[in-house]
C-alpha cells in the first residue's frame, strides 16, 4: 500500500443543522431480515392497535428509533413501511408496534382485519439514529395521532430506567376516545384535543399558547425538541417551536410521509 | 419466500417503471425530512460548486437562471418505498454548472450540502452526463418550500434522499464522505434498482 496524499479536506457544510453523531447504528442489524412472532394484540383506540412481536435476535434499539416491516404474498409479491417501535429498549425480545388503521391501507389494514397472534412478519431495524433519544438530555416531545408512538417510547424508556432528566410530552389527539395511550400518561404529558374534549378542557389546535410554558422553563442546557406526526402536524408544530425560541438545530422531525 | 397469512396486497397491474420494493404513491407526494423546513428566498439562495475544481464558483438566483434551461421527466423513488410516476421537474443541468468549475481530474466523488447542513455523498459519475439537475419547478410551477424550494438537487435514478432540497453547494473530493443518512445507516450509493437502501444492502 502507498501513502495518499488527501488533498480535499474533510467537509463539514457552513450551516448549523448537523448530524447528531452520538448515535451509533449497526449497519449488521439494519441490513437483516428477522422473524417476529406476533405474540399479543392490544386495542387502544377505535383506530388504532399495538402489537407485540417476539424477535429472538433482536439486537436492542433506543427510544425513538423506527423498523422496517413487510409483508409478503403468495405470489410473491411485498409491500414494505416504516414503523416507530412502540416499547422501550429493555424488553428482551419483544418489540411493540401501535399502527392507525389507514383507510383504504395495504399494511395497515393486514394489521387490522387480518392478523391475529402467532402470524409471522419480516422486520428489519432497528434504524435512523437521528431521532433516537438515549436519555441524556432533556427532552421536549411534540406529537400528534400516532405521532405519539416512538415518543411513548422514549416516556416509558424514563420510566423504566428513573431517569431525572427533564422531559414533556405534549400530544394531539381529535377526542379523548382517539389519544394513544391515555391511560399510560403522567404529569409528564399534556394533551391537546383538536374537536372534542372531556368535560372543562378546551378543543382547538395546538398553539404558541401550549408551546410557550415549557420553553420558558429552560432547563439547564435546553430542551431537544422531538417533533413526530403527518406532514402537515410536524410544519406546524416545528413552526410553533421555532417561533418561540428554540434553535432549528435542536429540532428533530419524524415525519410519516 | 416469507409469505404472511392472509395477505394479498392491494389489486395491482404490472408495472416495469417500479423498482422492487416500492408502491406507486399516484398522486401523494409524501413529505420526508429530519429538519425543519428553512424560510429561504429566491434573492437569499445561492448555489456554490468549490472544493477539487479549477475555478470555484457561487451562483445566484439570476445567475443560475441565465444558464441554459433543462427539464426532467420521469420517475423519482424514495427510500420510504413509494415511487412516483411521470413527473416533470425544471431547472438546470448540473453539467452547465461543472462545465464552469472545471473539475480536477482526480475528484471522484461530491458532497452536496443543503442550507439547512443537510449533507449527502455521490459518485461524481451519478452527478454528471445529463444525471442531475438543479431544479426550482415541479409540473411548470416554482417548488415550494417543503419539497425543497426555492431550489434542490435533482438526482432521479437514486433514492431520493441523494436530491438534497434547499441545495447550497457541492464539494467535488477525491473519497467517498457519508453524508446525514449515510452516517445514520444508510447507503453510500443508494440505486433503487439494486435496493440499497442501508449500509449492507
Ligand atoms: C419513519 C416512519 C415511521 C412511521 N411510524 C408509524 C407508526 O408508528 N404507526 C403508524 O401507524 N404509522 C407509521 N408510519 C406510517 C406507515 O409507514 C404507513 O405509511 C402507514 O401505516 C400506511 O401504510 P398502509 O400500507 O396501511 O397504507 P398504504 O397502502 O400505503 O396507503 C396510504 C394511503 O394511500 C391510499 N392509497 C394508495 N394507493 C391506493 C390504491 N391503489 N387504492 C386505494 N387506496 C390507495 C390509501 O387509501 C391510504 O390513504 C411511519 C412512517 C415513517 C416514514
Known amino acids: 500500500m502507498t501513502e495518499q496524499a488527501v488533498e480535499a479536506p474533510s467537509f463539514t457544510p457552513p450551516t448549523r443543522f448537523a448530524v447528531p453523531g452520538r448515535i451509533a447504528v449497526s449497519n449488521r442489524a439494519a441490513a437483516l431480515w428477522q422473524t417476529a412472532t406476533l405474540t399479543e394484540i392490544r386495542r387502544e383506540t377505535p383506530h388504532a392497535a399495538t402489537y407485540r412481536f417476539a424477535v429472538p435476535a433482536w439486537a436492542g434499539h433506543l427510544p425513538g428509533q423506527h423498523l422496517m416491516l413487510r409483508l409478503t404474498a403468495e405470489d410473491g409479491y411485498v409491500a414494505q413501511r416504516h414503523y416507530s417501535i412502540a416499547s422501550a429498549p429493555d424488553d428482551a425480545g419483544h418489540i411493540e408496534l401501535t399502527l392507525d388503521h389507514v383507510e383504504g391501507g395495504e399494511v395497515s389494514g393486514w394489521f387490522h382485519t387480518v392478523a391475529q397472534p402467532g402470524d409471522e412478519v419480516e422486520v428489519r431495524g432497528p434504524l435512523s439514529g437521528f431521532f433516537a433519544w438515549p436519555g441524556d438530555r432533556p427532552a421536549l416531545l411534540i406529537g400528534a395521532g400516532s405521532g405519539v408512538v416512538p415518543l411513548m417510547s422514549m416516556v416509558r424508556h424514563h420510566r423504566a430506567q428513573g431517569l431525572s432528566v427533564p422531559l414533556r410530552l405534549l400530544v394531539s389527539a381529535r377526542s379523548p376516545e382517539e389519544l394513544i395511550y391515555a391511560g399510560e400518561f403522567g404529569a409528564e404529558t399534556t394533551p391537546v384535543f383538536t374537536r372534542r374534549a372531556p368535560q372543562g378542557a378546551p378543543v382547538g389546535r395546538m398553539a404558541a399558547a401550549h408551546v410557550a410554558p415549557l420553553l420558558a422553563e429552560q432547563p439547564p442546557g435546553g430542551w431537544e425538541a422531538y417533533v413526530c406526526g403527518s406532514n402537515a402536524f410536524a410544519e406546524h408544530a416545528s413552526r410553533l417551536l421555532v417561533a418561540a425560541g428554540q434553535p432549528v438545530e435542536r429540532i428533530r422531525i419524524e415525519r410519516f410521509g | ?201
Request: aromatic share 12%.
Open chain 2, 1 to 201: 419466500m416469507n409469505v404472511t397469512r392472509g395477505f394479498t396486497g392491494r389489486p395491482r397491474a404490472h408495472n416495469a417503471g417500479l423498482p422492487p420494493g416500492q408502491y406507486d404513491a399516484g398522486d401523494d407526494w409524501p413529505v420526508l425530512s429530519a429538519e425543519v423546513t428553512p424560510e429561504l428566498s429566491p434573492a437569499e439562495w445561492t448555489f456554490r460548486v468549490d472544493g477539487l475544481v479549477e475555478e470555484p464558483h457561487t451562483w445566484d438566483w439570476d445567475e443560475a437562471h441565465a444558464l441554459p434551461g433543462s427539464v426532467y421527466e420521469g420517475d423519482i423513488h424514495c427510500v420510504t418505498s413509494w415511487s412516483k410516476f411521470g413527473v416533470r421537474f425544471g431547472g438546470v443541468s448540473l453539467d452547465a454548472f461543472l462545465d464552469v468549475v472545471r473539475p480536477h481530474g482526480s475528484a471522484t466523488h461530491v458532497v452536496a450540502y443543503s442550507h439547512t447542513g443537510y449533507t449527502t455523498n455521490l459518485p461524481l459519475a451519478d452527478v454528471t452526463g445529463g444525471k442531475a439537475w438543479i431544479a426550482w419547478e415541479f409540473d411548470g410551477k416554482p417548488l415550494s418550500p417543503e419539497h425543497g424550494g426555492p431550489a434542490r438537487l435533482l438526482v432521479p435514478h437514486l433514492y431520493f434522499w441523494k436530491s438534497a432540497k434547499w441545495i447550497a453547494g457541492l464539494r467535488l473530493l477525491d473519497q467517498d464522505e457519508p453524508g446525514f443518512w449515510e452516517q445514520n445507516g444508510y447507503h453510500a450509493r443508494g440505486n433503487p434498482w439494486e435496493e440499497q437502501r442501508y449500509s449492507g444492502d
